[in-house]
T-cell receptor, first 115, second 112 residues
Framework: EAGVAQSPRYKIIEKRQSVAFWCNPI?????LYWYQQILGQGPKLLIQ????????DSQLPKDRFSAERLKGVDSTLKIQPAKLEDSAVYLC?????????????FGEGSWLTVV | KQEVTQIPAALSVPEGENLVLNCSFT??????LQWFRQDPGKGLTSLLL?????REQTSGRLNASLDKSSGRSTLYIAASQPGDSATYLC???????????FGAGTRLFVKA
């Protein structure tokens, strides 16, 4: 079974530029998550989708971050304009809500450095 | 608002030692609790998942317990090995909305 795919793995941009990250969840998984993990901290949920609807985006900085999940499959997270404090790993994850215990499966992450 | 705390933040032990990692949470209305492992530069790998109705789960040398009433979980690692060196994170999923909140993790180093 293929895991959660993310791209790009690494990105360096200047502040005020824009960046987009892509995620393809495990096939059949209804729930998709985007987490932000700053070095030394635990992941912080940015947005959670159930199929193509948003379940929770309370911690998404909506003035600069946006995310979409078209057709309830893959998803894109965009940052525009980027700030220095956005330097972090952006983790995509998926789970089959209603499946075996709602185990969450993570991708390898997209590492963003804003200079 | 659910808060998840992990103690200690870092731990160094000699190979072969048994050890316990702690996780506490403030809201007992949880759907489940998961323990994850994160290696440097990698994503998170699920180790054990405990449903709210369960008391413990075991996988190989790992045993996780859950005491919902006191808001605590422990991850017990038996006969630690250098390959166990990683960051261990716990995460709770709340009932209603299934929002999953992570602790900051415990960084474990097992010395050969």
């Amino acid at each position: 079974e293929a895991g959660v795919a993310q791209s790009p793995r690494y990105k360096i941009i200047e502040k005020r530029q824009s960046v987009a990250f892509w995620c393809n969840p495990i096939s059949g998984h209804a729930t998709l998550y985007w987490y932000q993990q700053i070095l030394g901290q635990g992941p912080k949920l940015l947005i959670q989708f159930q199929n193509n609807g948003v379940v929770d985006d309370s911690q998404l900085p909506k003035d600069r971050f946006s995310a979409e999940r078209l057709k309830g499959v893959d998803s894109t997270l965009k940052i525009q304009p980027a700030k220095l404090e956005d330097s972090a790993v952006y983790l995509c994850a998926s789970s089959a809500l209603g499946g075996p215990g709602n185990t969450i499966y993570f991708g390898e992450g997209s590492w963003l450095t804003v200079v | 608002k659910q808060e998840v705390t992990q103690i200690p933040a870092a731990l160094s032990v000699p190979e072969g030692e048994n050890l316990v990692l702690n996780c506490s949470f403030t809201d007992s209305a949880i759907y489940n609790l998961q323990w994850f492992r994160q290696d440097p530069g990698k994503g998170l790998t699920s180790l054990l998942l405990i449903q709210s109705s369960q008391r413990e789960q075991t996988s190989g040398r790992l045993n996780a317990s859950l005491d919902k009433s006191s808001g605590r979980s422990t991850l017990y690692i038996a006969a630690s090995q250098p390959g166990d060196s990683a960051t261990y994170l716990c995460a709770v999923t709340n009932t209603g909305g299934f929002k999953t909140i992570f602790g900051a993790g415990t960084r474990l180093f097992v010395k050969a």
